[in-house]
């Protein structure tokens, strides 16, 4: 059955790219997230302290991957004891965030944070709430990485060989 998830992991060009390799994802569609302005820009986001983060609105098949195992590629993807800030890129737009619209969700989320900050030191920055809201980014940042392949990415490219190698894997 599909499900989604809404993944924010920092710049959403890269964050894109690299759950569109992971097998059971059966589509993406990057926008913005739990913000206080109603349909955003990109540049408002950037620039007008909106309260959006870039967000990976994650369509997934869970007979071929659980959202548990979904989350455990989504952490080898951030940094996530950082505050507002992943790779080179800086701002409460690039927060890391899992925000859910089935309550039944927030169980699985919560132990699957509580069992990665077992392997931290530092605190986990990693939002869990519910969906307030979502709105698309314009249409050149959708698969921008597809479109751009030598775009900026703050993740390194073998981490998408990876996760593609990982998860297909039988």
């Known amino acids: 059955m599909e499900k989604i998830i809404y993944l924010a992991g920092g710049c959403f060009w890269g964050t894109q790219k690299y759950l569109d390799q992971i097998k059971g994802v059966v589509r993406t569609q990057v926008g913005f997230a739990n913000g206080t302005t109603e349909a955003p820009s990109y540049e408002q986001v950037c620039h007008e302290n ?7 609105c994650t369509v997934y098949d869970d007979a071929q991957i659980s959202l548990a195992q979904l989350l455990q590629y989504y952490f080898q993807a951030i940094n996530p004891t950082s505050i507002n800030c992943q790779g080179e890129d ?7 965030g899992i925000y859910y619209t089935d309550p039944a969700d927030e169980t699985v989320i ?4 509580d069992e990665l900050a077992k392997r931290y030191d530092k605190p986990i920055a990693v939002e869990c709430l519910p969906l307030q809201n979502y709105y698309p980014a314009e249409e050149y940042h959708q698969k921008y990485l597809e479109k751009n392949p030598h775009g900026y990415c703050h993740l390194p490219g073998s981490l998408f060989e990876q996760a593609y190698e990982q998860s297909h894997k039988s």
Not at 90 to 96: A, N, P
């Open 110 to 113: 919560r132990q699957q944070l």
């Open 90 to 96: 800086k701002g409460s737009q690039y927060r890391t």
């Open 50 to 56: 909106t309260g959006h983060a870039e967000t990976v």
